[in-house]
């Protein structure tokens, strides 16, 4: 019912930035929280930053001051605004959505992933 399509990572060197990108498609009445997750290699997977308004959100400690995350109602989508990036956050991310559909259902839906490298 809902489709999630990430975009923006790649290779970036230390202190270098990206900005990473993830729509929602498909039988949306609403998005109550978005979100952002990565795993490192050999790592747990972890909550890095998470939205529910522009006036509530949550970082991991380790991006505060760093990273910043946003959201698109109009365009059903959430962005990471990654600054200062260091090579511990070397990981995949993904996006990950709590979704009301139009079918009044709900859906913890989950982007593909998206390969961020910061190395020199």
Known sequence: QVQLVESGGGLVQPGGSLRLSCAASGSIFSINVM????????KERELVAQIISASSTNYADSVKGRFTISRDNA???VYLQMNSLKPEDTAVYYCNLFVRTASSTYLDVWGQGTLVTVSS
């Not at 979100?35 to 050999?42: S, V």
Request: aromatic share 18%; glycine share 18%.
């Open 35 to 42: 979100g952002w997750y990565r795993q490192a290699p050999g």
């Open 75 to 77: 365009k059903n989508a």
